[in-house]
């Protein structure tokens, strides 16, 4: 069988193509945006995320923009554990010093942990003096809303 | 080399076997716990493989654009034109958007225009937990997005996939939610509940119980392979 | 009983032209198992390209409609099998996954699916198309058989084995529990 150079559109067909187009728009290249999912509250499965998180903000040289969707048992990342007396339904507070160092550091990296109103509410839960650093702005009326349109929004959804 | 018994669990996964021969398996595998196992693995396995390649580089959206269709048929229709016969060349794929061809850079990839597909948001959850008030709140989300599309008049649909540890959300015998879940299934159109077959099959042989999955869910034969292909349809996918 | 008149022109372009856009319509799914098989982009899109000059050239040839996809997938076995390996033997070249991939695919992408893919690229060719033809494909055994042209007893023995190597694989590549990523289709 005879040597077969291959096929390599761009030598010989783009030129003729460009003519031949009838339609085109450039595609930009903005940074990743993705937004992470938590709803469990096992600690070591909460600080693995946390971890990959950060491993990816390194591997895209920071040009990236990461966001955490925290609601149901994912809450208890940011819930002081004093709080979790007062609280319906929530099994654990993981709010400790260390859990909370990780979760300030990422924050400073440019991470945004947003909580869903659905689950404080449902949970008997103040998100402004129980969780840990929450603005205003990072609260969001249903979690599962806001994934939906964050990802058609184009934000790429991982689910630790 | 593989031994008889090997293979006859292969093909008893791979759903090959005729009606007796599959009655004889599950037979076997009912009493032989690690035989069980092995077909657990097997199916996990397929399930693996499949989304080892659901998305595959070349393919993936957003990143690198889609070639349009294959090169050759557009040196095709080149010829075709010449000849004056366009007809049907041009559009390669049924699914594709109609100006499907695209400008070319100097390293031969497409710059794929924005496709203007349905208006209509397709969502699929899954359901790989048994905590309750996962489910509890999965439903009040739910619930609460489907009614507030439909105020706002914009196509929604919704499916609900359980598999693994998740499919006693639907089982007749264990669900906490079932009139909730019949109750939705009735008021929207626009809701269904999906169950995996193969954890059906798997909790069957497991328990060695009859599962009775409530009748306003559909069975589908595999929740992971639903999953992977409703997001290669362009769902969305949330994990709860 | 009149001999029945050769079709029309008009009628076998209708049909070669309905078969064209169904063989077009395979692309991705001939792509997917391609690329399963090269691990490799550039090949894997040159293998499925030369696939579908094939059978589009040859249309005529096929005989069952509903067959196609069996046709069309048993073409690019032949192809991978005469060209695309003797080009792995005469360049050299490993099969080794290629990372033109952007920063945000290969963080993308969990850690199972890439062991998983590491697993199957240790498998020599035989047993990485024969599972990749009944699990990613789908294809019964026998149409495996056909595909591939040898007996449907080779294609159960030979599953077997696969399967058997590629748990042994992925066992020794043990690591922690990884996240689930998943990467997106194109939003509307």
């Known amino acids: 069988m005879c040597e077969r150079t291959r096929l390599r559109p761009s030598h010989w067909l783009a030129p003729v193509l460009f003519t031949f187009a009838l339609s085109a728009a450039a595609v930009a290249e903005p940074p990743a945006r993705v937004v992470y999912h938590i709803n469990f509250d096992d600690p070591s499965h909460q600080i693995n995320a946390l971890h990959n998180l950060e491993n990816q903000i390194n591997a895209a040289d920071g040009r990236i923009k990461l966001l955490v969707m925290l609601h149901g048992a994912g809450l208890s990342l940011l819930l002081y554990p004093e709080a979790l007396d007062h609280t319906t339904g929530m099994r654990l507070a993981n709010g400790d010093q260390e859990m909370l160092a990780r979760v300030d550091h990422l924050r400073d990296l440019g991470v945004r942990f947003l909580v869903a109103a659905n689950s404080t509410r449902r949970h008997h839960i103040d998100p402004f003096s129980d969780l840990h650093g929450v603005d205003p702005g990072d609260m969001v009326p249903s979690a599962l809303l806001e994934l939906t349109q964050l990802q058609q929004q184009g934000y790429i959804y991982i689910k630790p | ?240 | 009983m009149q001999e029945r008149p050769s079709k029309s022109l008009f009628e076998k372009f209708g049909r070669n032209r309905r078969l064209r856009n169904e063989i077009c319509a395979q692309r991705e799914r001939l792509y997917r198992l391609a690329w399963s098989w090269c691990h490799n982009q550039h090949q894997a899109e040159d293998l499925v390209q030369e696939t579908m000059a094939r059978a589009l050239a040859k249309v005529d040839s096929l005989r069952e409609e509903a067959r196609l996809a069996i046709w069309l997938t048993r073409i690019m076995a032949n192809l991978f099998r005469d060209q695309f390996r003797k080009q792995k033997e005469e360049t050299g070249q490993d099969f080794e996954p290629v990372t033109e991939e952007t920063p945000e695919e290969v963080t993308d992408r969990s850690m199972l699916v890439q062991r998983t893919r590491d697993a199957i690229d240790t498998l020599n060719d035989d047993h990485r198309q024969i599972i990749t033809l009944v699990d990613l494909s789908g294809f019964s055994y026998a149409d495996t058989a056909q595909i591939l042209d040898v007996p449907v007893g080779t294609v159960m023995s030979r599953l077997s084995r696969a399967r058997k190597r590629l748990r042994e694989q992925l066992e020794k590549a043990h690591t922690a529990p990884s996240p689930v990523v998943v990467p997106l289709r194109k939003p509307s």
């Open chain 2, 1 to 240: 080399m593989s031994s008889s018994n090997d293979i006859d669990l292969n093909a008893y996964v791979d759903g090959e076997l005729t009606p007796e021969e599959r009655l004889e398996v599950l037979d076997a595998l009912q009493h032989d716990s690690e035989l069980a196992r092995e077909a657990c693995e097997l199916n996990n396995l397929k399930s693996q493989l499949q989304l080892a390649y659901a998305n595959p580089p070349g393919l993936s959206a957003g990143n690198i654009a889609r070639r349009g269709p294959s090169l050759l048929t557009i040196a095709a229709s080149i010829v075709m034109l010449a000849v004056g016969l366009l007809g049907g060349w041009l559009v390669g794929n049924e699914q594709a958007p109609k100006d499907r061809l695209v400008l070319l850079d100097p390293d031969g990839r497409g710059q794929a225009p924005a496709t203007a597909e349905s208006q209509e948001t397709r969502i699929v959850f899954h359901l790989t937990t048994p905590d309750q008030f996962t489910a509890a709140e999965l439903l009040d989300d739910v619930e609460q997005m489907l009614d507030t599309y439909k105020e706002e008049g914009k196509p929604l649909r919704v499916e609900i996939v359980s598999n693994g540890e998740g499919l006693d959300f639907l089982r007749e015998s264990m669900s906490m939610f079932k009139d909730r879940i019949h109750e939705m299934s009735q008021r929207y159109a626009n809701l269904t509940f999906v169950a995996c077959k193969n954890t059906i099959d798997r909790v069957e042989v497991q328990h060695g119980v009859d599962v009775k999955i409530v009748p306003d869910a559909e069975i589908i034969n595999s929740g992971v392979d639903y999953v992977v292909k409703r997001q290669q349809e362009g769902w969305i996918y949330i994990r709860v």
